[in-house]
């Protein structure tokens, strides 16, 4: 016999008799609606991202160009940023030759409040290897897409047929020496977060 | 009887008592990660629906898991992911040597994955004259010291700066003695990210893997898996059976428990989902059984398989915490290795179900509520009936059963015991009796509570 029907036919020898499947929906009622914004902002905070509220894209653009300045990579997926970023070319390169981005610039259409991470997908990432080889993540979110927990969230994802999405929480980290915090691990060194608030 | 003993909890932990400061330190570290946990949980009122409903997620798998197997396996395939099934850690071994030497590379990059420590991958393959780069910081500085892990979570937590700054001295360049956890991170940085440039294969351990979509979740802070797995051409993903949860919405669930209770951060920074491959990539999945069907009949140990490897269990754990991971001789070290390996191998790991004060915490720690000290009580209670104890473990047990089956004995034996420890303390107090090392034996009293309770109450 194969070693899948010998694995499967052990465990269905030695499985216990069925239980129940349980409801996740009770842990839902815990869930406030209240404060998400400021929730959310306190806990991105902590966790090493930085915060911005703004109202249009174009506060986006002068925070990135301030912060990171000009004459270095920068790659967006969203079409509103080319005056800034590369839209377009960087679509064709090799996941390898992305090693030089300085900057991503990514949308997000989910925020959660309780752990500040936002969930990113691969029709928004177009390159999956961006957010983590970037040197430094932008996330644009709307302030209204902030849900309360990580159920609220998979509620708003459901099944979904991306093939690859992520959710991130802040820089990438390790406190693998000493429980030392170093931010910067593998991944970004930085992550900034645009809250979009509509007038 | 037996007679294998090659390696032993008590005197391993013997040699990492040597050096008491290294002790009190990593005793402290991990109770402080500990109090974080704590901290992270106590802001949740519903934590324990939390734990229980996790808890009954993970029964209802291993109540179906068949099932679930099979449906995991035809999503996946229909993601475009390629499954093998391997029956055990040789099998593993195996499967994976193929994958890369069909692509016909040498070297490969590998993150987090404990299943490929229980598996012993890297030593399998350097044997077969390929090179694996372990790329989670604290797994790549204990490649460098040629040790295994000490902890599932923290793999170098026993390991100081100075040791590190060391290791990178001899293999990554750095001055002699820079010991800056800062410039070290960095150092390594730079290192492992020319080796995901450059490596065609990356393997990837399994945290959740859905049965209703095909998927698998990858969960990382530092983000190396993710680096590995979308530069390469070929991704390789290794989990042990119990890893299936049912649904999609599951992944809500232990999400939120899984770093609460390994470090009390919120979520991990990446918990990335892999469902297909990258348009050219290919992708493939190894399901592995090593034991783990035969620990599911066990019905006094098949909770254990509900593990999510939070390493909770670890940091609040006295005897851990004050042994190191080292002293388990295990890939899983701690309360839950205790339980885990002796399904393995009996008689190579008899020791460890001993390796507890029975206290419980680990229990109450637990994110998915396994019984562990309960556990490591039947194992103790198995592995002495299966005569896998030491002799003196053996002959220990034999006494205490004769002195506590008879009252008279027992007062006698007290009596004598206060005696001695009154007038000959050094009776006890010498190399003969491990409990006295690093400890002095406690004053005796002077009566018995029987003694006091005839003279005191006795009369009314």
Redesign the interface.
């Known amino acids: 016999m194969?070693?899948?029907g010998?694995?499967?036919s052990?465990?269905?020898?030695?499985?216990?008799?069925?239980?129940?499947?349980?409801d996740?929906e009770?842990?839902k009622a815990?869930s406030s609606t209240e404060n998400l914004l400021t929730q959310y902002t306190t806990?991105a905070t902590n966790?090493g991202a930085k915060v911005y509220e703004v109202s249009n894209i174009d506060e986006v653009k002068t925070v990135i160009q301030n912060n990171f300045g000009t004459g270095k990579r920068i790659v967006s997926t969203l079409p509103e940023l080319s005056d800034i970023a590369d839209t377009k070319e960087y679509l064709s390169d090799l996941?390898?030759e992305l090693?030089d981005v300085e900057v991503a610039i990514l949308q997000s259409d989910l925020a959660?409040a309780?752990?500040?991470?936002t969930w990113i997908t691969e029709d928004q990432l177009r390159q999956?290897?961006l957010p983590?080889?970037t040197q430094h993540l932008a996330v644009i979110v709307n302030a209204k897409n902030i849900v309360a927990?990580?159920?609220d969230?998979?509620?708003s994802i459901?099944?979904s047929t991306?093939?690859?999405?992520?959710?991130?929480?802040?820089?990438?980290?390790?406190?693998?020496?000493?429980?030392?915090l170093?931010i910067?691990?593998?991944?970004?060194r930085s992550m900034s977060l645009f809250l979009l608030k509509e007038a | 009887m037996s007679t294998i003993q090659t390696k032993d909890h008590a005197e391993l932990a013997g040699q990492f008592n040597a050096d008491e400061n290294r002790v009190d330190w990593h005793d402290e570290t991990l109770w402080w990660i500990r109090q974080k946990r704590d901290k992270a949980v106590n802001q949740l009122p519903e934590w324990e629906l939390l734990r229980e409903t996790g808890s009954k997620i993970k029964e209802h798998v291993l109540s179906n898991l068949g099932n679930y197997l099979e449906a995991f396996e035809a999503n996946a395939l229909a993601n475009g992911i390629i499954v093998h099934w391997a029956a055990d850690a040789k099998e593993h071994n195996e499967i994976v040597h193929q994958i890369i030497r069909k692509h016909g590379v040498n070297r490969m990059v590998k993150s987090k994955s404990m299943l490929t420590e229980e598996c012993h991958l890297n030593e399998y393959l350097a044997e077969n004259g390929i090179e694996v780069i372990d790329s989670d910081l604290g797994e790549r500085i204990v490649q460098l010291a040629k040790e295994p892990p000490s902890h599932i979570v923290l793999p170098c937590i026993h390991k100081k700066k100075e040791e590190i700054g060391d290791l990178f001295h001899e293999h990554l360049g750095t001055p002699a003695g820079v010991s800056d956890p800062q410039i070290l991170t960095e150092t390594a940085r730079q290192h492992l990210r020319e080796v995901f440039l450059t490596r065609k294969i990356a393997l990837t351990g399994v945290n959740f893997a859905v049965a209703e979509t095909g998927e698998f979740v990858v969960c990382t802070n530092e983000g190396n898996a993710d680096m590995g797995a979308h530069l390469s051409e070929v991704h390789i993903a290794s989990m042990g059976i119990e890893k299936i949860i049912p649904k999609r919405e599951h992944l809500g669930v232990f999400l939120r428990l899984l770093t609460r209770s390994a470090t009390g951060q919120p979520i991990t920074t990446y918990s990335s989902h892999y469902k297909k491959p990258r348009p050219g990539q290919e992708m493939h999945i190894v399901i592995v059984d090593n034991g783990r069907s035969i620990q599911l009949g066990r019905k006094d140990f098949r909770n254990s398989l509900k593990c999510i490897r939070c390493g909770a269990c670890m940091n609040t754990c006295p005897v851990y915490r004050r042994s190191g991971g080292h002293s388990y001789h295990n890939a899983i070290s701690g309360p839950i290795g205790s339980i885990l390996a002796p399904n393995l191998d009996m008689e190579k790991y008899a020791d460890l179900p001993f390796a507890s004060t029975l206290c419980g915490s680990c229990s109450n720690v637990c994110p998915v509520k396994i019984d562990i000290h309960d556990q490591l009580y039947k194992w103790r209670q198995v592995i002495v009936k299966a005569g896998y104890t030491t002799k003196a473990k053996t002959a220990g047990m034999k006494m205490m059963h004769w002195t506590l089956s008879s009252p008279g004995i027992y007062h006698a034996a007290g009596k004598a015991g206060r005696l001695v420890m009154k007038y000959a303390p050094f009776a006890v107090n010498n190399a003969l009796n491990p409990w006295y090392k690093q400890r002095d034996m406690p004053k005796p009293p002077a009566e018995s509570f029987d003694e006091w309770y005839k003279k005191n109450r006795g009369k009314k």
Request: net charge positive; glycine share 10%; proline share 9%.
């Open positions: 194969s070693s899948r010998k694995i499967l052990t465990i269905r020898a030695n499985q216990p008799a069925l239980t129940a499947m349980p996740v009770p842990l815990y806990i966790i996941p390898i090693a959660v309780e752990n500040g991470a999956r290897v983590f080889i927990t990580m159920h969230a998979y509620t459901g099944i991306q093939g690859f999405g992520a959710f991130i929480a802040g820089p990438s980290k390790t406190a693998d020496i000493e429980q030392s170093v910067g691990a593998h991944g970004p």
